[in-house]
Structures are given as structure tokens and as C-alpha cells.
């Protein structure tokens, strides 16, 4: 089995045991197996990985580490485009389409609330999920190192936090969101985009005390649920206008 040297840079190191964080550290690599393969066995998810050198050189997952090699592993480059130095697969990241395990249903309330396109379903399989990230190249939100972990995922993040509006946060620096929020744009429901409609069109389904109101009114395309600008409506742009003043900025 050849020895090799492993770095593992900023967020990454959270997965590893704190004796091996931030720190060089020597690895035996089970023969025959290649890079990714070595990864894995260390709890560490490719999903969250952009960027392997071997001796200062660009590789993918399947080069075969040979003895003596120093590896050094780095996170997804938020501020940086490293497209022409990274060697694995190009990251969908900059789309902002995400798919959420069964356990983050409150996450993707609030990121559709922001008008973030997020798959989420109480039912979903990992193998729905798995299908789902590969057919619309959306990135994995789940709280298993597990999932994350499959090589089938070219993009995830592992979600520390047991709050969502935590979680939120998490999401929102981990993949520089903060500027792109539209509020209101999805249905809290279902995930499909909204649409403006006359009141006159859905007056009979309105409440009575709603009815007078001349604020605009929307629709889900899919499944039909109606939205206006009522007290909830409020409840969540003050939850939105604190979380951002939160961090200084404005939504």
C-alpha cells in the first residue's frame, strides 16, 4: 500500500477527526485503489471538492496514488474560477438549483421563500435523490456525510446546523447568495414559479375580507395555490429584513 501525504484546506477539514485538521498528515492508500476511492474512506464527500493537486499538479478522482505523493484537497472556490486549472468535472453551482434530503423540508421552505428553485419531497429516496441531481444538475443539501459521499454527486453540502434559519444562513455564504434573492417568486408548496393573475379571475376562491384588497395576487401553475400580500406575507419580509440586516445587508 503506497503512503501518501493528505491536506485537506478550510471547510473540508471538517470532516476529518481533529487530529488530522488543517494539518499534513500520512495515509496508507488501499491498492488498487484511486483518489477517490481514498477520499471516501475518509468521510470526506467529493461533492464539496473542486480543486486535487498531486505535487503541485491538477488530477481527477481516478489517478492512482503512488508512494510518496503529496495530495492537497480544497473546497469549492466561491470567489475564484479555478475552470482552467481543476481537472474534475466543472460545478453547477452558479445555477442555484438545489434538491434537499427528507430532513431539510423547513430549509427549503425558507430558500423558496427567497425564491431559490428547491426540489425538496418528505418521501424522496437517496436514489431519488441521486436521480434528481444527475437529471437537473442540482446541487445536494443533506445532512449525511453518507449521501454526500457517493461518488455519483459532483455537487453537495453537508448542513451543520439543526436550525433552519441557520441552515439558511449556510447555504447562503456557503454559495455566495446573498445578492441573488427573489423573494416571492415560488410557490412555498411546490417550487414552481408564480404568476401574476386578475383579482376579478379568482374572486370566488378569495376570502371575504381579502376580496376588497388591491394588492396583486399570484398563482401556481402547478398546483393552483393563490397568494396576496396578507399578514403571513408580512410575518415573512420582516423575518427576511431581519436576517439580512443580520449580516448588514438589504434584501
Given at each position: 500500500?503506497?503512503?501518501?501525504?493528505?491536506?485537506?484546506?478550510?471547510?473540508?477539514?471538517?470532516?476529518?477527526?481533529?487530529?488530522?485538521?488543517?494539518?499534513?498528515?500520512?495515509?496508507?492508500?488501499?491498492d488498487?485503489?484511486?483518489?477517490?476511492?481514498?477520499?471516501?474512506?475518509?468521510?470526506?464527500?467529493?461533492?464539496?471538492?473542486?480543486?486535487?493537486?498531486?505535487?503541485?499538479?491538477?488530477?481527477?478522482?481516478?489517478?492512482?496514488?503512488?508512494?510518496?505523493?503529496?495530495?492537497?484537497?480544497?473546497?469549492?472556490?466561491?470567489?475564484?474560477?479555478?475552470?482552467?486549472?481543476?481537472?474534475?468535472?466543472?460545478?453547477?453551482?452558479?445555477?442555484?438549483a438545489?434538491?434537499?434530503?427528507?430532513?431539510?423540508?423547513?430549509?427549503?421552505?425558507?430558500?423558496?421563500?427567497?425564491?431559490?428553485?428547491?426540489?425538496?419531497?418528505?418521501?424522496?429516496?437517496?436514489?431519488?435523490?441521486?436521480?434528481?441531481?444527475?437529471?437537473?444538475?442540482r446541487i445536494?443539501?443533506?445532512?449525511?456525510?453518507?449521501?454526500?459521499?457517493?461518488?455519483?454527486?459532483?455537487?453537495?453540502?453537508?448542513?451543520?446546523?439543526?436550525?433552519?434559519?441557520?441552515?439558511?444562513?449556510?447555504?447562503?455564504?456557503?454559495f455566495?447568495?446573498?445578492?441573488?434573492?427573489?423573494?416571492?417568486?415560488?410557490?412555498?408548496?411546490?417550487?414552481?414559479?408564480l404568476?401574476?393573475?386578475?383579482?376579478?379571475?379568482?374572486?370566488?376562491?378569495?376570502?371575504?375580507?381579502?376580496?376588497?384588497?388591491?394588492?396583486?395576487?399570484?398563482?401556481?401553475?402547478?398546483?393552483?395555490?393563490?397568494?396576496?400580500?396578507?399578514?403571513?406575507?408580512?410575518?415573512?419580509?420582516?423575518?427576511?429584513?431581519?436576517?439580512?440586516?443580520?449580516?448588514?445587508?438589504?434584501?
Open positions: 500500500m503506497p503512503q501518501v501525504s493528505f491536506r485537506f484546506y478550510a471547510e473540508l477539514n471538517q470532516h476529518l477527526p481533529p487530529e488530522r485538521r488543517q494539518k499534513d498528515f500520512l495515509y496508507a492508500v488501499e488498487p485503489a484511486n483518489l477517490g476511492d481514498a477520499i471516501a474512506a475518509l468521510d470526506v464527500p467529493l461533492g464539496e471538492i473542486e480543486l486535487l493537486l498531486v505535487n503541485g499538479v491538477s488530477v481527477d478522482y481516478s489517478y492512482r496514488p503512488g508512494e510518496g505523493d503529496r495530495i492537497s484537497v480544497y473546497p469549492t472556490f466561491d470567489a475564484m474560477d479555478v475552470g482552467s486549472v481543476t481537472k474534475l468535472e466543472p460545478r453547477p453551482h452558479r445555477r442555484q438545489f434538491v434537499l434530503d427528507v430532513h431539510l423540508g423547513k430549509l427549503a421552505h425558507l430558500l423558496r421563500m427567497l425564491g431559490f428553485d428547491a426540489l425538496y419531497r418528505n418521501d424522496f429516496s437517496t436514489q431519488d435523490i441521486l436521480a434528481v441531481a444527475a437529471r437537473d444538475d445536494v443539501l443533506s445532512k449525511s456525510t453518507l449521501l454526500l459521499g457517493s461518488g455519483a454527486i459532483t455537487a453537495g453540502y453537508r448542513i451543520r446546523s439543526a436550525d433552519p434559519r441557520e441552515q439558511l444562513v449556510e447555504v447562503l455564504e456557503r455566495d447568495l446573498w445578492l441573488c434573492t427573489r423573494p416571492f417568486q415560488r410557490c412555498l408548496l411546490c417550487n414552481s414559479l404568476t401574476a393573475v386578475p383579482r376579478e379571475e379568482i374572486l370566488d376562491r378569495l376570502p371575504e375580507k381579502v376580496r376588497a384588497l388591491s394588492c396583486g395576487f399570484t398563482r401556481c401553475p402547478a398546483c393552483d395555490r393563490i397568494y396576496w400580500e396578507g399578514t403571513h406575507a408580512e410575518r415573512m419580509k420582516r423575518f427576511i429584513e431581519d436576517l439580512f440586516a443580520e449580516h448588514s445587508l438589504h434584501p
